[in-house]
């Protein structure tokens, strides 16, 4: 299952010591999650926060991965479900034949 993660920081101050440790810490995370193939890319705004696509087998991994970023407190997070566009729109095609049309 994939999952589009977003990410938007919240007005949190942090001592440059532990801002550069947390930094630190989530760069070793993602390059784990990259490389391990749990996380498919991961980008940042320019204006703060950022996206990734996640690949999970359930809802909890997903959660629990969420959990595991050493970043997670500082932000605010919204997580989609994603669906391979072709098998959606051969889905919608397969409803619409059911309903008539041709």
Not at 25 to 46: H, R
Request: net charge negative.
């Amino acid at each position: 299952m994939k999952y589009l993660v977003i990410g938007k920081p919240r007005p949190i101050p942090l001592p440059p010591d532990q801002a550069i440790n947390l930094y630190k810490a989530a760069i070793a995370w993602a390059d784990n999650q990259i490389k391990s193939g749990k996380v498919d890319c991961l980008y940042t705004f320019p204006e703060g926060g950022g996206m990734a696509i996640g690949n999970v087998n359930s809802q909890e991994e997903a959660f629990d991965a969420l959990l595991s970023y050493p970043l997670y407190g500082l932000f605010d997070w919204e997580v989609e479900a994603l669906v391979d566009w072709k098998h959606a729109y051969n889905a919608v095609i397969e409803m619409f034949t059911k309903m008539g049309a041709k």
